[in-house]
Structure formats: structure tokens, C-alpha cells
């Protein structure tokens, strides 16, 4: 009797441990998520804490939590519930900035856009020769432009133009589109942007290029959506790293956008976006030279002339054109040519004229290749 009862004893401690094994799981499952902050402000105990959604708190600190490590900038976790802070998160680089860094360079060039040869010059002069040569402009005593402003109808080639920039000089190339910051990474923008810059520092001689800025850069109206604040304090950010950085630092800025009007005054300041480059509808010579590129690769009958088919696309966008020589291509394959004659041309016209009536038209993004 007496070992059986020593034995149960003995079993019963084991299942009690267990219990409370299980119930500490249980306790860990329970607790609600972390809530991620950044410090703005220490005061003796008082810790003030901008939480990601952008309401900022007072809190208080986990004892546990060393307090040279609470500085202002730091990046914290918070209890979600009463907002304590429960650590302090390392510093290191995000994973979306570091993934926006394009490794391989983007394999658009000069030579694929056409129609565009003052603004590539205007590139060349003031995003590659001071990344290449800043002491020139020291020597002048001027100040090369920070950053470039690309704008013009959509379609137009911005986004090409940028990407060729990049292609062409052996600085690295961060892109961001501005789109993508203000909606997919709510409360994150004005961090994006910090360590954006941050990085680009540290990789120069670097190019930064942010796409459709208007989507962050619009105008500040006394907006009271979250969301618009949001969008706000991302451009105050990017506003603030542009101010913070030497022109003659070999960090480089191109926005695009076809919006311009909506854009901020602000960001067009100089020391800021001090350079527009306008990229607006090619004219005939520059027609020509984009249906000349888009037909590099097209079998196309020798009968046609394209300079002349270009006087019949006045207006058109070269993505507009690209889109002409796609329907061009089909109407061939259609009519079982094995080459595009003049016929299958006129009717990619009429079917991108007819296509201009529609409002809900768009060329669609997978033709654009
Ligand atoms: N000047 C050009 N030369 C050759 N192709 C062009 C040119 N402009 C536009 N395209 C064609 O149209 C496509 C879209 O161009 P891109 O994305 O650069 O336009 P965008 O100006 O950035 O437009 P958005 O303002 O809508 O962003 C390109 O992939 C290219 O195929
Ligand atoms: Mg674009």
C-alpha cells in the first residue's frame, strides 16, 4: 500500500507539472499581438510612443527593458492592450526597402525610347554627370540639381526614362512606387521613405526613383481621414530627407508622375524637385523613331513607309503606338500574313482610335511587355 502510494503521489506531481505547462501555453496563445511603435520622446519614466496606425501615446516600460536603449527613433513593440512597451526591436534594414534595391539593372535603355532626346540629354546632365562628376560642379561653385521631376501624359515613356538612367550609369538604383506606399503599407510610409534614403547613403553613389509621387506628393488640404494624414506624414518625411542632404552627396532623386498639377508646391521647391523634365506627346520625327523601335523585331512589308503611317498617329502616346503595333501584329496573324502590311497598320489604327472613345479604355499593363 504504502509504495502504491508513494507511486501516485509521484504521478500526481508529474500531471500537476504538466497542467501548468499547458496552461502557460495557454496564457501565451491568449496574449494579444504586439502593437509596433517608434519612440518620439523620452522624459525620465514618461516614454512617448508614435504607434504605426499614428496615434501617439503615452506609455509606460516594461522593467525588464534597459533604458539606454529608449531613445527617440527607436522602433518598439507594445502590448496592444495597454500599450506598455514590451521590447525594443533591433534596428535593420526593412525587408521591402532592401527588396526594392534592383540588383540586376533594369534592361530598358536610351536606345528603346524614342522621341525623347532633349529629356535624356536633360537626364544625362543632371542625374549622371554630377553622380559621376561632382567635383565639376564644386569647381563652378554651383549646386546640381537634387532631384529631377519627370512629367507628362500617361504612356509617355517616364517610367522607361528612369529605368534607362539606371541601366546606364553604375550607381545602385532603389525604386519605390509612391502608389504602393500610401496604400499597401499603411502606417509604414514615412519609415519606408526614412530608410530608403538611409540606404541609398549607404550604397551611393546611389539613384532614387519614386513613381506616380503623386499618389504621396499631392497637395496638404485639411484632411481628416486617417488615411490622407497617412499619405501626409509620408511626404513631410520625404520633404525632410530631401532637405537633409547635400546636393553634392552623390545621391540622386527622379520622381515621376502625370498628375503634376495635384503635386505640392512644396516638393517643387529648390533644393527639392528643382528640375522638371517634361515629357510630353512625341511629335512626328519622334513618332517616327518609336514605330521604328516598337517594328525592330516585326516583319514588316518593305512597301511601307513609316514616317509616313506617323503623320496618320498625331497625339498618340508612344504606349499608344505600342499598342497600334500589337493589334498590327494580331490583325496579320488573323488574315494568316506572315508579314504586317500596310492593311493590318490602319487596322491597329482604327482599333486604337475606336478603343480612345471608350472611357473605361486602358491599354491593358500585360500588353506593354
Ligand atoms: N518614347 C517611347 N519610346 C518607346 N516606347 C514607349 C515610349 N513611350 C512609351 N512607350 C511604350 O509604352 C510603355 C509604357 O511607358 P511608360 O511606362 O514608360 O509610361 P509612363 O510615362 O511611365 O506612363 P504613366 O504616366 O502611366 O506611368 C512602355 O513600356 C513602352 O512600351
Ligand atoms: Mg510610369
Not at 506628393?217 to 532637405?243: F, H, N, P
Not at 488573323?334 to 493590318?344: R, S, W
Amino acid at each position: 500500500m504504502l509504495t502504491e502510494k508513494l507511486f501516485l503521489e509521484n504521478e500526481c506531481n508529474q500531471l500537476k507539472k504538466k497542467a501548468n505547462r499547458l496552461d502557460e501555453e495557454i496564457r501565451n496563445l491568449k496574449t494579444p499581438p504586439l502593437v509596433v511603435g517608434n519612440i518620439q520622446d523620452v522624459s525620465g519614466d514618461d516614454v512617448i510612443v508614435r504607434s504605426s496606425n499614428g496615434t501617439v501615446f503615452l506609455v509606460s516600460v516594461n522593467k525588464r527593458i534597459d533604458p539606454e536603449l529608449l531613445v527617440a527613433g527607436a522602433r518598439v513593440s507594445l502590448n496592444q492592450d495597454t500599450l506598455s512597451i514590451i521590447d525594443v526591436l533591433v534596428d535593420s534594414w526593412d525587408p521591402l526597402v532592401v527588396a526594392s534595391e534592383v540588383i540586376e539593372k533594369p534592361i530598358v535603355t536610351y536606345a528603346d525610347i524614342g522621341g525623347v532626346d532633349q529629356q535624356i540629354k536633360d537626364l544625362i546632365q543632371s542625374v549622371e554627370l554630377p553622380l559621376l562628376n561632382p567635383e565639376a560642379f564644386k569647381k563652378m561653385g554651383i549646386e546640381p540639381p537634387k532631384g529631377v521631376l519627370l512629367t507628362g501624359p500617361p504612356g509617355t515613356g517616364k517610367t522607361m526614362l528612369a529605368k534607362a538612367v539606371a541601366n546606364s550609369t553604375s550607381a545602385t538604383f532603389l525604386g519605390m512606387v509612391g502608389s504602393e506606399l500610401a496604400q499597401k503599407y499603411i502606417g509604414e510610409g514615412g519609415r519606408l521613405v526614412r530608410e530608403l534614403f538611409d540606404l541609398a547613403r549607404q550604397r551611393a553613389p546611389a539613384i532614387i526613383f519614386i513613381d506616380e509621387i503623386d499618389a504621396i506628393g499631392s497637395k496638404r488640404l485639411d484632411s481628416s481621414t486617417s488615411g490622407d494624414r497617412e499619405v501626409q506624414r509620408t511626404l513631410m518625411q520625404l520633404l525632410a530627407e530631401m532637405d537633409g542632404f547635400n546636393s553634392l552627396e552623390n545621391v540622386k532623386i527622379i520622381a515621376a508622375t502625370n498628375r503634376p498639377e495635384l503635386l505640392d508646391r512644396a516638393l517643387l521647391r529648390p533644393g527639392r524637385f528643382d528640375r522638371v523634365i517634361d515629357v510630353g506627346l512625341p511629335d512626328l520625327a519622334g513618332r517616327t523613331h518609336i514605330l521604328a523601335i516598337l517594328t525592330k523585331d516585326v516583319p514588316l512589308d518593305s512597301k511601307i513607309d513609316l514616317a509616313g503611317f506617323a503623320r496618320k498617329t498625331e497625339g498618340f502616346t508612344g504606349a499608344e503606338l505600342k499598342a497600334l503595333i500589337i493589334e498590327s501584329g494580331m490583325a496579320a496573324i488573323e488574315a494568316g500574313a506572315n508579314k504586317v502590311e500596310l492593311k493590318h497598320l490602319s487596322a491597329g489604327h482604327s482599333r486604337i482610335v475606336k478603343n480612345r472613345k471608350d472611357p473605361l479604355y486602358g491599354v491593358p499593363e500585360a500588353l506593354y511587355g
